[in-house]
């Protein structure tokens, strides 16, 4: 017997948006199978995007000599929902969200785009028990995607206005009643979803903020990057302060960058796109510059500069993002339409030189934003350390060459392993998704 290693899925719209549902459905911990749905959203340049929820058609599939690939895909759409303008994020609800009883029988979703919207999803259980199928979307079937709340990326409600477009979010895990959204309007707000309300709202960056990430196993600090080309820590006990853990190099006079800073009178920065935590350990952070094909890894204890740069990328990076193991690897993929797996545990980095709570009131930031209403951010950490270059990664542990390039990933969870009818086993672990256009491929890590 050979265990499949790839599974694949043709999306009828081209997709950016994606993740992996965090546990099975609820009822369904007997049948890991469950554990297979993707939550997927389209990208197509007009108000009449879709947010499907897709999952496995048949165990078989995981078992390659025991399925009849030409007569059955991979995933199937289990159900769908109209999303307007497309999504920039989906995010299925932290695994503490179903101990804490949220959404009740049904899982929740989110999705960020023109606002942070919330949706509950149920899913077909007396389907998923019975044959040998998750569930094919029928009509009036029993699957139900149903939007509960939307909430404007705006605090401040203005008639008529929805508020800036939002960029990303991040679920707390800790408090799944809470997420932090960030937005093009220089801002980022915290959001109660029980209660479809916002906590607070803070202007983040001097340019617009790109996204947004909790500390790990906490419910008041979290840190977000932005056009501005910072990298910035918040707390919410303390909003009158913040803390700059990291400012991109000036660009080149002559790079593309500059020349746009200049045609538009403001400062050359090089934006920065996404942040990820690695959940073992979360004094390091990863992140990545905008048309760069490096990843810099930063330790919160060492502020200012790369601990650690993965060079192994010919094109641009999309997307980055941890595995959940206890050693988790970074995936990252790029428009060279490779997607790298990374153990930075290879690499031993620097010793911490502060924390985080040291760093948290130091004065005169050399930038001139006010993260909250009437606060003064604190100095760029940058400022105090030392000028030792960060080490270099070049080998990544495991590689995959995608048909094209890859615009985003995801993650499972571990899944466990599962039995099937026929008394063949698979073995448990971790898949990461990847997305091409409108083609999904799921690997086997």
């Known amino acids: 017997m050979t265990q499949t290693s790839l599974l694949n ?36 340049e007009d108000a009449r995007n879709r947010l499907a929820v897709v999952g496995l058609q048949d165990e078989r599939v995981l078992v390659e000599d025991d399925y009849d690939y030409a007569q059955h895909a991979d995933f199937v759409t289990l159900v769908e929902a109209h999303h307007g303008y497309p999504a920039t994020s989906v995010q ?22 023109d606002a942070l919207r919330v949706w509950e999803y149920a899913g077909d259980g007396a389907g998923a028990q019975g044959g040998g199928y998750v569930g094919v979307k029928q009509a009036g079937g029993g699957h139900r995607l149903t939007l509960k709340s939307t ?39 915290v959001w109660n979803i029980e209660t ?46 913040s803390t700059i853990l990291y400012e991109t190099p000036t660009p080149k006079p002559q790079s593309a960058a500059a020349v746009s800073a200049a045609a538009a009178g403001r400062p050359a920065t090089a934006p920065l796109l996404r942040i990820a935590f690695n959940p073992a350990d979360a004094n390091y ?24 740069e993965l060079k192994a990328h010919r094109a641009p990076i999309n997307a980055l993002g941890w595995g959940s193991a206890d ?28 924390s985080l709570s040291q760093q948290a009131h130091v004065p005169n930031s ?39 390039e890859i615009s985003n990933l995801c993650w499972s969870p571990q899944i466990a392993g599962m039995t099937m009818a026929s008394g063949h086993s698979t073995a448990p672990g971790e898949w990461v998704a990847i997305t091409m256009g409108r083609n999904i491929k799921a690997l086997k890590v």
């Open 9 to 44: 899925y043709e999306a009828p719209w081209p997709v950016y948006a994606l993740d992996w549902c965090k546990t099975p459905a609820p009822g369904q911990h007997a049948r890991p199978r469950s554990a297979f749905r993707l939550a997927l959203g389209s990208f197509t």
């Open 92 to 113: 299925w609800q932290p695994a503490a969200a179903a101990a804490a009883g949220m959404g009740g029988g049904a899982e929740l979703l989110a999705t960020s785009g």
């Open 151 to 189: 909430l404007s990326g705006s605090k401040v409600q203005q008639p008529g206005n929805t508020g800036a477009p939002i960029t990303n979010f991040s679920w707390n895990e800790k408090t799944p009643s809470m997420i932090v959204t960030s937005s093009i309007d220089t801002t980022c707000t």
């Open 196 to 241: 479809a309300s916002a906590v607070t709202q803070l202007i983040a960056h001097d340019r617009e903020v790109y996204d947004v990430a909790w500390l790990p196993g906490s419910t008041d600090i979290f840190v977000s990057v932005g056009a501005d080309g910072s990298l910035r820590a918040f707390d919410l006990r303390s909003l009158e302060h």
């Open 285 to 308: 952070m990863s992140t990545f510059h905008i048309d760069n094909n490096d990843v810099q890894i930063l330790d919160m204890r060492s502020p200012g500069q790369p601990v650690l």
């Open 327 to 354: 050693q988790p690897l970074l995936a990252t993929a790029a428009d060279d339409c490779q997607l790298l797996l990374w153990d930075i545990t290879q690499q031993p980095v620097r010793p911490p030189s502060s």
């Open 366 to 404: 050399p930038r001139g934003s006010a993260p909250a209403s009437g606060a003064s951010p604190s100095a760029s950490a940058s400022s105090t350390t030392s000028s030792k270059k960060a080490k270099v990664l070049a080998d990544p542990v495991l590689a995959y060459t995608a048909p094209a």
